[in-house]
């Protein structure tokens, strides 16, 4: 990224101590939390203080063990002939180990390699941003139109500059870091899950394989048998079906989905998802009941993958009532978490048998299923199991509450944005 010698990231005809400037920049790193802005602030900043018109700035690549060049300015000469340097280049190793700082005017000379890399990158001092001795990034900086690091005092501004500038870019490494943390340990748990999903589906799928195994060895010797053929034929149709769905929601469950998130209302998103159960919901005489609460938050959410889980609940509710009838109820709340945090609640509330104590705290496990009907809308065990993933992805909670001949609901809870 290049940006223009701006110079001077506040109003250049204010005069600034060295002290001011040093404090006031040390602000500024404070509140950015943009790592771009960050950087942008940082290189011109430390070429002000040396008064160069052209440097880049190497931010540690932590994951590829080397700095990259994220931010030049000056003219274009300054997108340096380098756009990388391995951790083990002898220019990284001197910034470490021997040097916070090295000018090609050193006296006595540094070493010729390191003279030979600001030559090439049109440089003629290095500036190491280090913390806790780790060289966090480092600046390139162009030969200066005056002398100021010729007396300890503008060295010591220049290293103060930097160090307030590691600990910034550390903390945006730092929080990166954290991300990569937390989505490894969601791709772990997943994997872990496929270990149960993967026995799982050995059990589920032999059942099928056996009816069609056995009608393939009885069809040629019951070929005239049109009974038995059109019997057998749709025992085994409905068991590919099965199957296919199996490995459909397995390939669902298994791919690392990360939620596309955008601006969404969330009670627009219940309406639209009520409108698609309606037909099926008055066709088992089913009355639903939906009380949207206005002024809902907002919330940053992936639009699809809701919608995915509330069908989900919402149609497992109606199997669960069958076709003698009952009440759906879907409704929407503020909540208010410990530390004043704005969450919204989806409750969707069935009077159906509800679920037994044992198998209500296996609800969400991987193949666990109550439906125990034959056919092609048997269920798999695996709906639960991916709706609670998302919401996982998604930051959030699903909870459930269910009385045996009352009912069940289960409540879905998200972070809500912030309301101006």
């Not at 021997?98 to 010729?112: F, Q």
């Not at 709906?383 to 930051?395: A, F, K, P, W, Y």
């Amino acid at each position: 990224m290049t940006t223009s010698p701006s110079h001077q990231a506040a109003d250049s005809s204010i005069v600034l101590t060295p002290l001011q400037r040093l404090t006031r920049f040390a602000q500024d790193m404070g509140t950015l939390t943009d790592r771009a802005v960050i950087a942008e602030r940082i290189l011109i900043e430390l070429c002000d203080a040396t008064d160069s018109q052209q440097g880049a700035l190497y931010l540690l690549d932590r994951e590829h063990d080397q700095y990259d060049c994220v931010m030049t300015v000056g003219s274009q000469n300054t997108s340096t002939a380098i756009a990388s340097f391995a951790s083990t280049h002898t220019l990284i190793q001197s910034l470490v180990h021997e040097h916070s700082m090295l000018l090609a005017t050193e006296n006595p000379p540094i070493k010729p390699e390191l003279t030979d890399v600001l030559r090439t990158t049109h440089s003629s001092q290095a500036v190491a941003l280090l913390n806790k001795g780790r060289l966090i990034a480092f600046a390139l900086l162009a030969p200066g139109l005056g002398r100021p690091l010729d007396h300890a005092d503008g060295r010591d501004f220049l290293l103060a500059l930097a160090q307030s500038g590691a600990n910034a870019l550390d903390s945006i490494l730092m929080n990166d870091d954290l991300h990569q943390s937390q989505t490894l340990m969601r791709r772990t748990d997943r994997l872990r899950s496929l270990e149960t999903i993967a026995g799982g589906f050995a059990h589920e799928i032999r059942n099928p394989l056996t009816s069609i195994k056995t009608f393939i060895q009885l069809a040629p010797e019951r070929k005239d048998d049109a009974e038995f053929i059109y019997d057998f034929s749709r025992i085994v149709l409905d068991d590919v079906h099965r199957i296919e769905r199996l490995i459909q929601e397995i390939l669902d469950y298994a791919r690392y989905m990360e939620p596309k998130l955008t601006d969404e209302d969330l009670n627009e998103i219940v309406t639209s998802c009520l409108y698609f159960i309606e037909v099926k919901a008055d066709s088992k005489r089913i009355k639903i009941e939906k009380e949207l609460a206005p002024g809902l938050p907002r919330v940053m959410l992936d639009r699809q993958q809701i919608k995915q889980v509330l069908l989900n609940l919402l149609l497992n509710a109606i199997d669960a009532m069958g076709d003698g009838g009952g009440q759906l109820k879907v409704r929407t709340h503020r909540l208010v978490k410990p530390g004043a945090a704005a969450w919204t609640q989806i409750e969707i509330e069935d009077n159906g048998p509800g679920i037994s104590k044992a198998n209500l705290e296996h609800i969400f496990d991987p193949f666990f299923t109550t439906k125990h009907t034959s056919g092609e809308h048997a269920g798999t065990g695996l709906g639960l199991t991916i709706v609670h993933q998302i919401i996982q992805e998604h930051r959030g909670e699903i909870q459930v509450e269910s009385t045996e001949g009352v009912g069940t609901t289960f409540s879905v809870n998200l972070p809500a944005l912030p309301i101006d």
